[in-house]
């Protein structure tokens, strides 16, 4: 069983940055593909980033160029660095693990809040 606990959210200004962390519990954290998803007020969840054992990266196009998901198996984290935060992204965002092979993320963590406001 995985077990995932996010941190580093919090309220930023428009155009700050933030870096959210997710650390893992598994031995097995470095075979996961791992992502990092959010919900806003009144929408559904939504897939923001995503990183694969080997490194492979894919991001909402909402986010690219300004948000970056990296990870360090020998700390059994992921990331989610992001700048020039915008009000379209305040949520909570939650990180995900997905086993191999697995269709799914099966993991989740308790979610993180981010807000942007002046």
């Known amino acids: 069983q995985e077990q995932l606990v996010e941190s580093g959210g919090g309220q930023v200004q428009p155009g700050g940055s933030l870096r959210l962390s997710c650390a893992a519990s598994g031995s097995l954290f470095s075979i996961y593909a791992m992502a990092w998803y959010r919900q806003g007020p009144g929408k559904q969840r939504e897939l923001v980033a995503a990183?694969?054992?080997?490194?492979?990266?894919n991001y909402a196009d909402s986010v690219k160029g300004r948000f970056t998901i990296s990870r360090d198996n020998a700390k059994k984290t992921v990331y989610l660095q992001m700048h020039s935060l915008n009000p379209e992204d305040p949520a909570v965002y939650y990180c995900?693990?997905?086993?191999?092979?697995?269709?799914?993320?099966?993991?989740w963590g308790q979610g993180t809040q981010v807000t942007v406001s002046s």
């Open positions: 995900a693990a997905r086993e191999y092979g697995a269709p799914e993320y099966g993991y």
């Open positions: 990183i694969t054992s080997g490194g492979g990266t």
